[in-house]
């Protein structure tokens, strides 16, 4: 039951790969769900564009699972377009141990999740490893936040998330070491009395969701609430 949390995908990943190895099982099935596009494909663009076999995303994404020793046939990308195989969905996802969640436009994805192929409480119940980058990790608060840099709107703001993680704390990804923005961050950790962790892209936080033991990697920064005055 971890949650691997990363800014970047292939810098986080080298962060912990070493750390995933000693978890991952030859045998294990892995999941990625690749659903946060900048605008709206169907079935055939996503197989033949989006993740085409041995395209760019493919080879990050399935590759880095073959690196923690997962067979290939074991993998399995899910199309959200395909509409015969949705009701499959919660079937491969329950059969599987790895789920990668990648990263784009959180509202899309988290529309993809909840009302396209309403695989929300499969994923907040999951028993596995979750592997999410950028969106990919946020959605996985209960609520999550993006400030204004990174919002597609140029403001700060709350956000609904999946809930697989219940807000034990809350961690900003695409982090910057900028005074008036990492003075952000601490005003959220001393508003929500809660840690706050700003994970740069040479980042990566990974969260055991049954022992609530969290372990940071590389350049991640802590803001504990602080008593206002």
């Excluded at 949650?3 to 099935?29: A, H, P, Q, R, T």
């Excluded at 709206?40 to 990050?60: A, M, Q, S, T, V």
């Excluded at 994805?109 to 969106?135: D, N, P």
């Excluded at 923005?181 to 969701?209: C, P, S």
Aim: contains cysteine; positive net charge; hydrophobic residues 35%.
């Amino acid at each position: 039951m971890y949650s691997v949390l990363l800014s970047e995908y292939e810098k986080g990943m080298k962060l912990v790969n070493d750390k995933l190895k000693k978890i991952v099982k030859k045998n294990y099935k892995a999941v990625i769900i690749s659903w946060a596009f900048p605008t709206e494909l169907d079935y055939k663009k996503f197989n033949e564009e989006w993740f085409e076999i041995n395209g760019r995303r493919y080879n990050k994404y399935v590759g880095s699972l073959l690196e923690l020793g997962i067979e290939e046939s074991n993998i399995s990308i899910l199309n959200c377009y395909d509409k015969k195989s949705i009701p499959n969905f919660k079937k491969i996802i329950d059969e599987s141990n790895i789920i990668i969640i990648t990263g784009g436009n959180p509202e899309m994805l988290y529309s993809k999740i909840t009302q396209e192929t309403e695989i929300l409480y499969t994923l907040k119940y999951y028993k596995g490893i979750i592997i999410g980058f950028s969106a990919g990790a946020e959605l996985q608060l209960k609520r999550y936040f993006i400030t204004a840099k990174n919002n597609f709107y140029k403001y700060f703001a709350f956000y609904d998330g999946i809930g697989i993680l219940n807000d034990p704390f809350y961690f900003d990804v695409h982090s910057t070491k900028n005074r008036k923005y990492l003075k952000k961050l601490q005003d959220v950790a001393n508003e929500k009395k809660k840690n706050v962790y700003a994970i740069f892209d040479d980042g990566a936080m990974i969260y055991n969701r049954k022992s609530n033991k969290l372990e940071k990697f590389g350049n991640v920064l802590t803001f504990e609430p602080k008593e206002q005055k």
